[in-house]
């Protein structure tokens, strides 16, 4: 049976791990991460506009007993 030659191996090796590092940081590079909506400013959308208190509504929780 033939002796398996490792002697490139090392080399082979070294030079995949920067080539791989390097393919990677292209595709991150190149893909599109999330970005939040620019703010609004506030100064604008002042309209004093109040909550109407016949549609507000509290709820309690299930355990607890209603109270009539």
Do not use: A, E, V
């Amino acid at each position: 049976m033939p002796q398996l030659d490792t002697s490139t191996w090392f080399t082979t090796i070294m030079t995949m791990l920067p080539t791989l590092y390097l393919i990677t940081q292209l595709k991150l590079l190149n893909t599109n991460h999330y970005q939040p909506p620019p703010t609004k400013n506030s100064n604008l959308q002042s309209h004093g506009i109040r909550w109407q208190p016949k549609w507000t509504k509290t709820c309690l929780p299930l355990s607890q007993p209603q109270q009539s």
